[in-house]
């Protein structure tokens, strides 16, 4: 019976610090379009290695925001990344390009990677680079990609579509990876400078 209690009191103690660990309560805001402002999207992203085409269903998603759980970009601390974006809007383009770094579910103003024009009326792609810094933590976070159509300004809210505009969010997670060696391979580490890999909840991984 002492057997069962102490485990029971395990079990308890295990998801009571699940419960209360600030990675696993973090909750991403989410960004909506006002009413009737839908129907321009994201059809095509890709960083780095990765890459994905949009179903029309996707961007004409009447709340603006996506988050796409199908696969895991991985990318390198320190490494110039190529971004490419299509959009099925005719019109001038604003991108803007979040990456939770620290793993804290805000998106700061520091995390913000990317912030650009496109002011090319047409439905090529635009392409360009970012780089994730040294300072990340490794692991799987999250990604935000804003996009919005008719604007002299990239977005300056990843949490805000800024009134009656067009446009869609995107959410992708991303696996943060390469010790300090790897991203800096001409200098020689020391401990105090290594991140540890940790994932979004916190937990260690290898």
Known sequence: MK??????????????????SPGAQSQYCKPQLQPGFWG??????SLGTFSRSSPGGDYANQTGYEY????????????PL????????FSSKAYSIW???DQDGIFTAD??????????FSTTPWVSTLTIPCTARTGITRLRLFFMSYQGVCPQDP?????FVQGECEDYDIDIIGDFVSSFPDDTPENFAILPKVDRTGKLTP
């Open 111 to 120: 995390e913000r990677l990317l912030c650009a024009l496109d002011n090319v």
């Open 3 to 20: 057997r069962i209690y102490s485990f029971l009191l395990g079990v308890m103690a295990i998801a009571g610090m699940l419960g209360f």
């Open 82 to 89: 190529t971004v490419q974006i299509l959009t099925n809007a």
């Open 99 to 101: 990456i939770d770094l």
């Open 159 to 163: 949490c805000v579509f800024p009134g």
């Open 40 to 45: 321009q999207g994201i059809t095509f992203f």
């Open 68 to 79: 796409y759980t199908g696969g895991t970009i991985v990318a390198a601390r320190n490494t």
